[in-house]
């Protein structure tokens, strides 16, 4: 019998080392962006002859906890020609109110109130649609309610932008620290993000801006009205278009807290079962490959003829997630726990695919969307 699970066992330590390798050209991949993107608060661009007008379209819903101490940051900014266009989509926690209150306050706030979702639409989607619509800027920002700035960041952003002839600009935040856990989970995603960054246009709703020309050029929300992943999406929809897209480290100048805590990140990232409209069996594969890549160096550390070559992986896919973190202004010890990070990570993940298929669907914003509804074939309820 000993015979039998001996090379076995050195199959699967062999394959174990294979997937580390691979696990270790990604953390170095990651890295390499690091020396390819640059950062928002170490540029200098000339100002341009004249600053263009930019609307801040915000979507909110239920958002009167965060809303008003994000806005603020937004109005004491010292961009020249600014307006902001908060869109309140059926929320019922008071922040119609409030939005209604803040325009009354700034004639550079403008109020939309959204009191039905309109079938075949993604309550989010629809709601930037409208702001969009709404929005006179020559420049649109998307934006999430709860996303703070730091005075001079739009000037900065619109000078490069002009400066580079972009079409379309995102800017990675900083998020608030929350605990070991938490940070630590932030920081395996930070890497799978700066990964998809090589291979796909970069998008985030924390800062998400673009020309309105380049987005008129372009099908619109219209084309991602059923869209989980409308960050992400947006940037390809501008890019197939025929935009120039760009993406900068906007750490300091562009934060936001997340999430509260781990069990609010686990919730919300259920919708992320829902982004293209896959099935969520995909879903769950995804989640399974990346645990894979991301444990196997430490798994190998079990097998004694890999053990010194595994461990020199970890610690290298360790030392990376370290300086990604301190190069966003995160905190760097968290990213040293980063085994703990990816399993807590791809369990949300797989529980996310998981609950999808149970389902039939996703919960977002208040809404069921069933699958079908998903890939655009019926109406949400």
Known sequence: MARAVQPSLRVLATALFAVSCVSALLALASLSVRFRVPVLERLDPPEPAMWPKVSVVIAARDEVDHLEAAIATRLADDYPDLEIVVVDDRSTDGTGELVDRIAAADPRVTAVHVD??????????????????????????????????????????????????????????????????????????????????????????AFNLMRRRAYDASPGMSALRMEVGDDIELARLLVASGAK???????????????????????????????????????????????????????????????????????????????????????GVPALFSPIGALVGAWMLFRAGLFAFVRGGIYWRGTFY????????????
Request: proline share 5%; net charge positive; no cysteine.
């Open 116 to 205: 039905a979702l309109p079938d075949g639409w993604l309550g989010k989607v629809h709601a930037m649609h409208r702001g969009i619509e709404a929005a006179r800027g020559g420049w649109i920002l998307l934006s999430d309610a709860d996303v703070h700035v730091a005075p001079g960041t739009m000037r900065r952003a619109i000078a490069w932008a002009e400066q580079e002839r972009l079409d379309h600009l995102t800017a990675l935040p900083t998020v608030w620290e929350k605990g070991l856990v938490f940070d630590a989970v932030l920081a395996a995603f930070v890497r799978l993000v700066m990964v998809g960054s090589l291979i796909t246009p970069a998008g985030v709703g």
């Open 245 to 331: 897209s760009a993406w900068v480290n906007g750490r300091r100048l562009i934060h936001l807290e997340f999430y509260p805590t781990i069990g609010a990140m686990t919730q919300s990232l259920e919708k992320a079962a829902g982004v293209r409209g896959a099935h969520p069996f995909v879903f769950v594969l995804a989640s399974l490959v990346y645990l894979l890549v991301e444990v196997a160096p430490f798994a190998g550390l079990a097998f004694e003829a890999w053990r010194w070559p595994s461990l020199a992986i970890g610690a290298l896919v360790m030392a990376v997630s370290a300086t990604m973190n301190r190069w966003f202004d995160q905190p």
């Open 370 to 381: 069933s699958r079908a509804a998903l890939r655009g074939q019926t109406t949400p309820r």
